[in-house]
């Protein structure tokens, strides 16, 4: 395929590479060839580089940036393909994304999985391996969860309903972390959607007892679209459970957590409590009492502050 000999296109790819942003130059490159991206999946097929149509097309939106090895190595052999400059593309992604870049509507910086749980670190490399930003590019206007306690004090089923608002054009999934007890088995756990999402990838790590699903969204988001979804996760294979917490990344959204538990099984004790990280004192400490006929105790937080909100019982 030879490249475009349109003055004007050539002109602006030239422009793309030399300032970027990524996204753009690869998608001037595209068109400039005329190459279509089944195409271009095929021949990196024909390399032995793996990377989905869909993946090539949120390049090209700026609704990911590659990261991973085997994607960067990808942007290599594109390089080579649309017949571009060796290190023409891989250049670009060592410049800041723009949708990065502070201004009116870019997200404050969050904090880390790291500096939020002691197994952190293993959820972000399954974070990182799915390719989006950290936020996925939602903010959260609300989170209604309810977990399900078994008659052997094990976590049975937790249920997730989610109110979020897109602050980048092209978002089109949700990446949904699951912390099991400790020793919970990862294999056995399972992660349904329930309402206008359905499930993709799914990564487990089963020494974190750690689950990461991918729910795709029933329609793509403009920046300032909400949208609102619901999921499920069913695990049961943990001991005895002693609290349940979430971990909040960014500040801002309500926050609702329901536990109830078995009538076979109640704790003597359910009090509520914040945490700044995972070796913080507990703060904020408030008893819950459970309600009689439905066993369950909550809270709600108007407004989420960065760190851990939870609630912990004791059963003896």
């Not at 980048?168 to 329930?194: E, I, M």
Request: hydrophobic share 35%.
């Amino acid at each position: 395929m030879r490249p475009s000999t349109d003055p004007a296109n050539m002109a602006e790819l030239n422009r793309l590479l030399r300032g970027g942003p990524f996204h753009l130059a690869l998608r001037a490159a595209l068109a400039a060839r005329g190459l279509p991206l089944q195409r271009v999946q095929h021949r990196l097929a024909a390399q032995g580089i793996k990377v989905g149509v869909t993946s090539l097309s949120y390049w090209q939106q700026g609704a990911r940036r590659p990261r991973q090895p085997e994607s960067l190595r990808a942007v290599t052999a594109l390089e080579r393909i649309l017949e571009l400059p060796d290190g023409a593309l891989v250049r670009l992604l060592a410049v800041p994304d723009p949708a990065s870049v502070a201004g009116p509507a870019a997200r404050p910086a969050g904090r880390s999985y790291r500096a939020l749980f002691s197994g952190g670190g293993t959820v972000e490399r399954l974070l990182d391996g799915m390719e989006l930003p950290p936020d996925g590019g939602l903010h959260s206007l609300g989170h209604h969860e309810r977990v399900r306690i078994g008659a052997a004090g094990e976590l049975r089923v937790r249920e997730s309903q989610q109110i979020v608002r897109a602050h980048r054009d092209g978002v089109d999934r949700y990446l949904a972390v699951h912390h099991g007890d400790p020793g919970c088995d990862v294999s056995r756990v399972r992660v349904t959607a329930y309402e206008n999402c359905r499930t993709g990838r799914v990564r487990c790590h089963p020494e974190a007892g750690v689950v990461v699903a991918e729910l795709l969204f029933d329609a793509r988001l403009r920046r300032g679209d909400t949208y609102v979804f619901g999921y499920g996760v069913e695990d049961g294979t943990g001991p005895r459970s002693g609290e349940y917490v979430r971990g909040f990344s960014y500040a801002g959204g309500q926050y609702m957590l329901q536990v109830r538990f078995d009538a076979s099984a109640l704790p003597v004790r359910c009090r509520r409590f914040a945490r700044t990280g995972p070796d913080a004192p507990r703060t904020g400490l408030a008893d819950l009492t459970p309600s009689g006929r439905h066993r369950a105790v909550h809270l709600v937080e108007q407004s989420v502050r960065r760190g851990i909100l939870g609630i912990a019982w004791d059963w003896d």
